[in-house]
Nanobody, 115 residues
Framework: QVQLVESGGGLVQPGGSLRLSCAAS????????VAWFRQRPGEERDLVAG???????NYEDAVKGRFTISGDRAKNTVYLQMNNLNAEDTGVYYC?????????WGQGTQVTVSS
């Protein structure tokens, strides 16, 4: 498995922005797909944004136009830029990646949107 470490979460006011980072232990070029999931208390994880390496992106409808998933090859890092945040964006965000035919997960980073 690839090791993934998320960071960048925190407390932000509605309308604010955060950039989440997911540092991978391998080059992101060796990954098949990367994605960000959100998990709210008592709920299952929901796909927020996904990226097929060298291919397409997809987003949860509620975040389209506000969130952007991207990668930096030199830093072995995947990002989730989150703009115009609202309370519904609150949750623990997890980075995932498919590597060597298996899915890996980071430890999660908390995002709280509150005034």
């Amino acid at each position: 498995q690839v090791q993934l470490v998320e960071s960048g979460g925190g407390l932000v006011q509605p309308g604010g922005s955060l950039r989440l980072s997911c540092a991978a232990s391998v080059s992101i070029l060796s990954l098949n797909t990367v994605a960000w999931f959100r998990q709210r208390p008592g709920e299952e994880r929901d796909l927020v944004a996904g990226l097929v390496i060298g291919g397409t992106t997809n987003y949860e409808d509620a975040v389209k136009g506000r969130f952007t998933i991207s990668g930096d090859r030199a830093k072995n890092t995947v990002y989730l830029q989150m703009n115009n945040l609202n309370a519904e964006d609150t949750g623990v965000y997890y980075c995932s990646a498919k590597f060597a035919g298996r899915n890996s997960w980071g430890q999660g980073t908390q995002v709280t949107v509150s005034s």
